[in-house]
């Protein structure tokens, strides 16, 4: 298999030289046959090529078998005009490789429960994943620009859907609630949006075919209260893509677990994309701090998705159980019994 | 006071029915001039008159002080086109008024913390108001409509603002921080939208006229993380209208007092209006068992602002205060010792 790896900003470089040296315990442990090959993406790309996604990290990239990613942005490009932002990069990564899925498992890791805001109580059997539409809507709509009106600016951005995008999304939501417990909450705002009316019937349309799976229909905002009402009652969420981003992020808070969340990004038959969905965390970066344990966790996802390797995937996510229930934690995890270790520490204990 | 009641859908005309007793009572306890005149809006009046906004009801809101809605829509009217769902009466009016800021206090109520799903020490000291954007935004830029694009059908909402429209809001937003703890936390998605690159822009600006007041950005996702992690390092939370609207229902869900938070929309010099944000909850309608609180608490907000009746605002909010001490719960608040009231018993206790 062959690996891109990107490590871009912040704490990135961090986990992913961790991961790396993940990737080699399984070169040597299983026998496979991983090459990685580095390349520049986000600020680190700004700094040194002018671009925060220069041609040969996604020449790189296309040629791979999948792409491993750190995390991109820090305060230091905040200044910068929109297309010379780190995230611009991973935004241009993500539409160039039509990387249109966007897949987060939530589930809260044993243990970890007291990092949770959330009452012990409703933490039980939370297992959802969040399935994002990631190459449509606001991100990417045109016009998206800022104008003179008169003696003003004024600035708009384009929420835009096909029905095609639509359907190739909610599709993949069924089919993984097929996999899964069957019951596929699809959010929308259809009480306001255009793109949402058209989702919805998409989905009701769609819903004839899958007639195992129980199609729920929330609003966005019943969403965001749902979730932490009673995070258990959700199995697939579907989502478009801004909606995605903003209940993703909290659910992943309410399972007190967000240094342990990986992510995957997949297209139709191009390679996928591997992150943690953590951020850059600037605030620590360099510190030798930064919990690695979502990083290889994408790196499990990778193994299993991309390669079909379940075992060597297997293998990563016991291991990191094991140490987890020995006590060990990285310092964001908060409480247990034994000391706090740094990222390669922690790196070298999985 | 003139006041336009539209009691609207779901169980918006039993809540409306105890506030209108309440105002005959402030009126017979501290001798006011309170003036009622009801009007049709959302799915009532479509059934009746085949629009959510009839005429003689805009006419009467803009004739008017103060306007006090209960809520509107119900899955009776999903299948409509967008203009004739009970939601389109509610933005028309908006939109009408000139209803630029949408204001939620988000507290938690003393006795109710038990209902929230948050853990316990996270709810000290919560108390934040959040300034939402009404008027502008996806709910209302054009283009805004399904089409056909080649074989398929599109979609498209637009997300549009000019610098007076943030500049209006964001001032609100810094005098409001201004009253109270002096923190102003404005939300965005600038590292993806160009309306929140000149959202952020503008905010900075006028963060010079306000040197008193410390101002933060968030991005929507961090928001939706921080809300949840630590909501009580919040004071002022400004945004605009489609993150506003997610975030202030995951605010109030959080507190566990949804069903106890009123909302006050203002102009910059038409009537205001005022309503709780819970919505219609068909689920529970006419069963006389839907909690009037918040109802309550937004005539009291209405009392305060538009009439500037401090006195008898605050006794409409110590009676509250002094029911829940007492245990009176409706039965969506959960727990308590005693007997569950129905919506004209805890009408009548208040
Ligand atoms: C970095 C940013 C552009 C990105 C997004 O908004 O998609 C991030 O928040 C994410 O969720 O992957
Ligand atoms: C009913 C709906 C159109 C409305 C909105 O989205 O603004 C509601 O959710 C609200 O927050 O007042």
Redesign the pocket.
Known sequence: MRVAVLPGDGIGPEITREAVNLLEEIVRLFQRNIEIQYGQIGGAAIDEEGTPLPKATLQLCRTSDAVLLGAVGGPKWDGQPGHLRPEAGLLALRKELGLYANLRPITVFAGLEGASPLKGELLQDVDMVIVRELTGGLYFGTPKERRRSGQEWEAVDTLHYTEAEIERILRLGFEMARQRRRLLTSVD?A??LETSRLWRETAERLALEYPDVTLNHL?V?NAAMQLIKCPSRFDVIVTENMFGDILSDEAAMITGSIGMLPSASLSETGPGLYEPIHGSAPDIAGQNKANPLAMFLSVAMMLRQTAGWAREADAIQSAIESVLAEGWRTEDLGEPGTARLTTSEMGAKV
Chains 1, 2 share one sequence.
């Open positions: 705002k009480n306001v609003l905002d």
